[in-house]
């Protein structure tokens, strides 16, 4: 099988998450895309806003509508502390020595690949699925030829929205409703998660 992983802090999910995934899924023909919410995202200057159980329960809630093709995968969550791709890749391949994985990540991420953690070993592992992001120009042809080989760049609708702008709309008192899916906008409301 040819799964896509999609990995985030997902603080919290939206629907610019789901389309990525789909348009990943379908473009790239991925058998699943495995949703890998991070414990703790090394690339992240603070912790996540909300606590991880209530990151975990939106995406679970999120991608409940999209089985079997949309799977929640809790590996980074089971061994806590902080998430590398390399060493989550590794456990991977190792529990599941039948698949492939490619990792779906946004344009911003592509230019910094070049910075990932053990990044010369983990472009010989896994391969990535770049997606553009309104603001970010591609990138890959500034990548060093190994890692440019492990990028494949595809197309997708654009998605201006990030988890940042719905936290501070959330804070404010302010719609966010139909920028995440209507669970986890109940859910966020229920749980008054990123309210002031």
Not at 37 to 47: D, G, I, Q, T
Not at 81 to 97: C, F, K
Not at 143 to 167: G, H, K, N, Y
Request: aromatic share 10%; glycine share 6%; hydrophobic share 45%.
């Amino acid at each position: 099988m040819h799964i896509g992983v999609m990995g985030g802090t997902f603080d919290p999910i939206h629907i610019g998450h789901l389309i990525a995934a789909e348009q990943a899924r379908d473009r790239m023909e991925l058998d699943e895309v495995w949703f890998m919410p991070a414990f703790r995202p090394p690339h992240k200057a603070s912790a996540p806003v909300a606590e991880a159980r209530h990151r975990l329960e939106m995406v679970r809630l999120a991608i409940a509508a999209a089985k079997p093709h949309f799977r929640l995968c809790l590996h980074e969550f089971e061994r806590e502390g902080v998430s590398y791709t390399y060493n989550t890749a590794q456990e991977l391949i190792r529990r599941y020595p039948g698949h492939r994985f490619s990792w779906i990540i946004g344009a911003d991420m592509v230019r910094f690949l070049p910075q990932w953690h053990n990044i010369d070993e983990l472009v010989k592992i896994v391969s990535f699925i770049g997606l553009p992001r309104p603001g970010y120009a591609p990138a890959e042809a500034d990548l060093p030829e190994a890692i440019r080989a492990a990028v494949r760049m595809t197309d997708m609708p654009a998605v201006d929205i990030s988890s940042t702008a719905i936290r501070n709309m959330a804070a404010r008192g302010r719609s966010f409703r139909f920028l995440v899916p209507e669970a986890v906008y109940e859910y966020i409301r229920e749980n008054r998660l990123y309210a002031t």
